[in-house]
Each structure stands twice: as structure tokens, then as C-alpha cells.
């Protein structure tokens, strides 16, 4: 399974973007880079997958460049409400679906 | 629907003890997982079930856990004896049918353990 490698927390205000990078440099051809939010005392929920290039939905845009080694969560115009850990997953699911969470990267927003 | 359904949201209870947490899939999803949060350790997967049968139990910690999945629409983890060290999250998540490699996990919200 390829390891992904995020920072641990970042901090910002509301009402900026907040862009989250993730490195996996040994994903494998068919792995998909999947994008999930825990907020306290709730289970983690999916919020966005992509394989390459953009991928934009309701809550986020996932950009993931040609080389597919890393890829960058955005975030726009957060607000209080986005506070919450966010997990970078990469993975096919076809034969394994020990999908590492990590120690993901604690958003904070401030007013 | 009403998502991953997980029973008792809370439980207390003391060292030596049995714990029996329940959950409830999302109805037609064929993987139903089990996963264990803590501060030190994240999230860790425990064993994970596809049409009912385990197919990875390799992350239960020890003898003392154990999971079943008598049908499509019940899973139990059962801890005996409980240790304070399994104070933790025990979350259930379930997935549909492995078809498109888009299939995501839906989670539920968990069970809050704390053995005294």
C-alpha cells in the first residue's frame, strides 16, 4: 500500500482557503487518492476521490498533478464548521482494503 | 437511509468485564469494517468482513477481541475480558460492492469505551 505523508496541523481564518498537501510517491497505477474529514466525536466521512487531474465537488476540490505523487485538498472560503481532522488515503480497494488513515492533518479555523 | 447504526454510543465498564458493541450496515453494502481510535495509535483497523465472512482479522489486538457477522445486517465486536487499555473509539464502517474502485467507507458514529 502506498504511504502518504501529510502535515500534521495547520491553522488559518475564516473565510481563506486552505490547501492540504499530500505526498505519495509509491502509489501504484491503479490507485485512487481518497479525501476524508473527521470532526470530534464523529466518524470520518468522505468528502472527495480523484485518480489524476482536478476533481471538484460541493465541499472541496482535489488536485493531483500528472505525476500523481502527491496531491493538494482545497478547501474554499473555510469557516468555523471546517474545523477537523483530514485524511489522505491512496489505495485500489481491489485485494486490500487495509486503507492506512494515518495521523492525518488537524485544521484548525479561527474567527 | 439511516447510515452505520452503532449500539451503545457510550458504555462504561470494569476491568475483568465483557463489552459487546454492535452494528448495524447500511443496507446492501457487502463490506462492513471494524476500527478502533485512539489518541496515541489513530485510527487502526481491526477486521473487516465481505458477505459476512472475515476476511482480515490481522489488526485484533489479541485473544481477547473477537467480531462476528451472523447476517448482512448485524456485526458485533466483543472484548472479554476488558482491559483499560481498550478504552478507546470502536467505529463501524460499511462499503458496497468493490466495483468501480470509487467505493468509499460510510462510518458510523461510534462507541465510546471506558474500562475502569
Known amino acids: 500500500l502506498a504511504k502518504t505523508t501529510q502535515p500534521i496541523s495547520m491553522d488559518s481564518y475564516e473565510g481563506q482557503e486552505v490547501n492540504i498537501t499530500c505526498s505519495h510517491n509509491n502509489i501504484a497505477t491503479n490507485d485512487y487518492i481518497t479525501w476524508y474529514q473527521q470532526f470530534p466525536s464523529q466518524g470520518p466521512r468522505f468528502i472527495i476521490q480523484g485518480y489524476k487531474t482536478k476533481v471538484t465537488n460541493e465541499v472541496a476540490s482535489l488536485f493531483i498533478p500528472a505525476d500523481r505523487k502527491s496531491s493538494t485538498l482545497s478547501l474554499p472560503r473555510v469557516s468555523l464548521s471546517d474545523t477537523a481532522v483530514y485524511y489522505c488515503?491512496?489505495?485500489?480497494?481491489?485485494?486490500?482494503?487495509?486503507?492506512?488513515f494515518g495521523a492525518g492533518t488537524t485544521v484548525t479555523v479561527r474567527a | 437511509d439511516a447510515g452505520v447504526i452503532q449500539s451503545p454510543r457510550h458504555e462504561v465498564t470494569e476491568m475483568g468485564q465483557e463489552v459487546t458493541l454492535r452494528c448495524k450496515p447500511i443496507?446492501?453494502?457487502?463490506?462492513l469494517f471494524w476500527y478502533r481510535q485512539t489518541m496515541m495509535r489513530g485510527l487502526e483497523l481491526l477486521i473487516y468482513f465481505n458477505n459476512n465472512v472475515p476476511i482480515d482479522d490481522s489488526g485484533m489486538p489479541e485473544d481477547r477481541f473477537s467480531a462476528k457477522m451472523p447476517n448482512a445486517s448485524f456485526s458485533t465486536l466483543k472484548i472479554q475480558p476488558s482491559e483499560p487499555r481498550d478504552s478507546a473509539v470502536y467505529f463501524c464502517a460499511s462499503s458496497a460492492t468493490f466495483a468501480s474502485r470509487q467505493e468509499t467507507q460510510y462510518f458510523g458514529p461510534g462507541t465510546r469505551l471506558l474500562v475502569l
Open positions: 488515503l491512496v489505495g485500489d480497494g481491489s485485494n486490500d482494503y487495509k486503507l492506512s
Open positions: 443496507s446492501g453494502h457487502d463490506y
